[in-house]
């Protein structure tokens, strides 16, 4: 494969010629934002929080809650993660607005997360459960379904990264083609500035990117929640 | 610029796997954790201070109570003081009045007493000159010298006869 087409840009080769998309340096970019922002968020923490302070400490508070009201108490041991998930998550799907490839629109990153979900709801299932309460979890309601469960297990991380892969991937397929559909508008008036590329796509911009982005990393850290505490219980 | 295909599992897969592992360590490490001690430990100091302010609080409660049952038990002590020395001081009144009385009774026994015998003595010693005044007279009647003595006793004896009654009346 490779070529034209809506892909991530391989940057560069790692040795032994292992390609570095663009996926995997934007990732790094997020990272190193996201790093710098915790270091400097957390020092200087004051008794009475100040404005900047009051903000890190409803993310992080509203985070736990999430995790408490949607996983139980017992499982806010969960939090950091899936406030990790929410985070990156939103970060990544609104990257399309600075100019970047979201991270999320590579089902590489989508699948990668995905697969995470998918070995933590058994892992934890098996831990919380027992691995014989877990495995006769599949021949419930009854043995002959033991295909099906599985199957459905299967289903679970495919369908939770393919989701949220297509509708980021999908917005971002529809704002280039936007984008050359009013670039070529401009040429075909003989404007040779594409005037048409202001202002018409932002509320698409909007929609696509924080509306569908900002629900879709929430969809996908919430169903992550549900089926590890579901599995757990 | 050369690219990979849209719906393509490759190395990125791992890479992304590992880099939100990575992610995850960080925001752990210098965001989660920091900020849930921070509050916890805030919540805890603020649940701290207001249970030292009760405290306190109860304290002084206890240290105004304890000053106003002091106060009020002064007032009585006091009062009872004022109540004993005015009953004392009644009593010893009292008393003196008793003494007083007592004293005047017997001054006026006593004087009743010494009136009655200065009476007696008086009555004796005109007893007595009346009988040497008979006696002179009776001796002038006579004109016979009688044993004195032995009249005496007779004229006394007639005295005390006849003026008994007399004298006592």
């Given at each position: 494969?490779?070529?034209?087409?809506?892909?991530?840009?391989?940057?560069?080769?790692?040795?032994?010629?292992?390609?570095?998309?663009?996926?995997?340096?934007?990732?790094?970019?997020?990272?190193?934002?996201?790093?710098?922002?915790?270091?400097?968020?957390?020092?200087?923490?004051?008794?009475?929080?100040?404005?900047?302070?009051?903000?890190?400490?409803?993310?992080?508070?509203?985070?736990y809650n999430l995790t408490k009201q949607t996983m139980g108490?017992?499982?806010?041991?969960?939090?950091?993660?899936?406030?990790?998930?929410?985070?990156?998550?939103?970060?990544?799907?609104?990257?399309?607005?600075?100019?970047?490839?979201?991270?999320?629109?590579?089902?590489?990153?989508?699948?990668?997360?995905?697969?995470?979900?998918?070995?933590?709801?058994?892992?934890?299932?098996?831990?919380?459960?027992?691995?014989?309460?877990?495995?006769?979890?599949?021949?419930?309601?009854?043995?002959?379904?033991?295909?099906?469960?599985?199957?459905?297990?299967?289903?679970?991380?495919?369908?939770?990264?393919?989701?949220?892969?297509?509708?980021?991937?999908?917005?971002?397929?529809?704002?280039?083609?936007?984008?050359?559909?009013?670039?070529?508008?401009?040429?075909?008036?003989?404007?040779?500035?594409?005037?048409?590329?202001?202002?018409?796509?932002?509320?698409?911009?909007?929609?696509?990117?924080?509306?569908?982005?900002?629900?879709?990393?929430?969809?996908?850290?919430?169903?992550?929640?549900?089926?590890?505490?579901?599995?757990?219980? | 610029?050369?690219?990979?295909?849209?719906?393509?599992?490759?190395?990125?897969?791992?890479?992304?796997?590992?880099?939100?592992?990575?992610?995850?360590?960080?925001?752990?490490?210098?965001?989660?954790?920091?900020?849930?001690?921070?509050?916890?430990?805030?919540?805890?100091?603020?649940?701290?201070?207001?249970?030292?302010?009760?405290?306190?609080?109860?304290?002084?409660?206890?240290?105004?109570?304890?000053?106003?049952?002091?106060?009020?038990?002064?007032?009585?002590?006091?009062?009872?003081?004022?109540?004993?020395?005015?009953?004392?001081?009644?009593?010893?009144?009292?008393?003196?009045?008793?003494?007083?009385?007592?004293?005047?009774?017997?001054?006026?026994?006593?004087?009743?007493?010494?009136?009655?015998?200065?009476?007696?003595k008086a009555i004796n010693s005109l007893k007595d000159e009346?009988?040497?005044?008979?006696?002179?007279?009776?001796?002038?009647?006579?004109?016979?010298?009688?044993?004195?003595?032995?009249?005496?006793?007779?004229?006394?004896?007639?005295?005390?006869?006849?003026?008994?009654?007399?004298?006592?009346?």
């Amino acid at each position: 494969m490779g070529g034209e087409g809506f892909g991530p840009r391989i940057v560069f080769y790692l040795p032994g010629g292992i390609p570095v998309t663009e996926t995997v340096t934007v990732t790094w970019f997020i990272m190193l934002v996201l790093a710098v922002f915790s270091y400097f968020a957390t020092r200087n923490f004051d008794k009475v929080p100040k404005k900047f302070q009051n903000f890190v400490e409803v993310l992080v508070e509203s985070i736990y809650n999430l995790t408490k009201q949607t996983m139980g108490e017992d499982k806010l041991g969960f939090a950091p993660y899936m406030g990790t998930l929410l985070i990156f998550l939103a970060i990544a799907n609104i990257a399309g607005l600075f100019g970047l490839r979201p991270p999320t629109a590579d089902a590489n990153t989508t699948l990668g997360l995905a697969t995470i979900t998918f070995v933590m709801i058994h892992f934890f299932g098996m831990k919380s459960k027992g691995v014989g309460g877990y495995l006769k979890g599949f021949l419930e309601p009854f043995p002959a379904l033991l295909p099906l469960n599985i199957i459905g297990e299967l289903a679970t991380p495919v369908s939770l990264g393919f989701r949220l892969f297509g509708n980021i991937v999908g917005g971002m397929i529809i704002m280039s083609l936007l984008y050359g559909a009013l670039g070529s508008l401009s040429n075909a008036i003989g404007i040779n500035i594409p005037v048409f590329m202001t202002a018409i796509p932002a509320p698409l911009h909007i929609y696509f990117d924080l509306f569908a982005g900002i629900l879709q990393s929430f969809i996908f850290t919430m169903l992550t929640m549900v089926f590890v505490a579901m599995a757990m219980d | 610029m050369l690219k990979a295909g849209l719906v393509e599992l490759s190395w990125t897969f791992f890479f992304q796997i590992i880099n939100t592992f990575i992610l995850f360590l960080i925001l752990k490490n210098l965001l989660f954790k920091p900020v849930t001690e921070f509050m916890s430990n805030r919540q805890k100091g603020i649940e701290e201070s207001l249970n030292e302010a009760q405290k306190k609080n109860q304290e002084a409660e206890n240290l105004k109570e304890e000053y106003l049952t002091k106060l009020s038990g002064a007032e009585e002590e006091g009062r009872q003081i004022v109540k004993d020395a005015a009953k004392r001081a009644e009593e010893r009144a009292n008393e003196i009045l008793k003494a007083a009385e007592k004293e005047a009774e017997q001054i006026k026994e006593r004087a009743s007493l010494d009136i009655e015998r200065e009476r007696k003595k008086a009555i004796n010693s005109l007893k007595d000159e009346i009988a040497s005044i008979s006696m002179m007279a009776a001796s002038k009647l006579i004109e016979k010298d009688l044993d004195e003595s032995g009249h005496k006793t007779l004229v006394k004896k007639f005295i005390d006869e006849v003026g008994e009654t007399r004298w006592q009346n």
